[in-house]
């Protein structure tokens, strides 16, 4: 029995990208190429969509946003049980 074919199209990689990278990096590259099984082409773009992913993660649009702005001008008072915990770990540290 055969392997399952995916059904996502591969795009022909038809581009070229050059880097001049100190001996270390070079290294570095060629080891974690080595441990995953990709090519430095591929790590270079799983780099990339990570660091795209965390910088996504990490933007607030549109009514995040608004909320975080609403919730910095307007902060929440504490509870009273927040208070007598600061009150304890007050009497605890003298």
Same mark, same amino acid.
């Given at each position: 029995m055969s392997a399952p074919r995916r059904n $996502?199209? &591969?795009?022909?990689?038809?581009? *070229?990208?050059?880097?001049?990278?100190?001996?270390?990096?070079?290294?570095?590259?060629?080891?974690?190429?080595?441990?995953?099984?990709l090519a430095a082409?591929?790590?270079?773009?799983?780099?990339? $969509?990570? &660091?795209?992913?965390?910088?996504? *993660?990490?933007?607030l649009t549109g009514a995040d946003r608004e909320i975080f702005l609403e919730a910095i001008a307007r902060p929440a008072k504490p509870k009273q049980r927040l208070i007598a915990a600061l009150r304890a770990h007050g009497k605890l540290r003298g």
């Open positions: $996502r199209s &591969v795009e022909r990689k038809t581009e *070229r990208l050059e880097l001049r990278v100190a001996p270390s990096v070079r290294k570095l590259i060629e080891q974690a190429s080595a441990i995953s099984g082409g591929d790590l270079a773009f799983e780099g990339a $969509r990570r &660091v795209i992913e965390d910088h996504d *993660r990490m933007r």
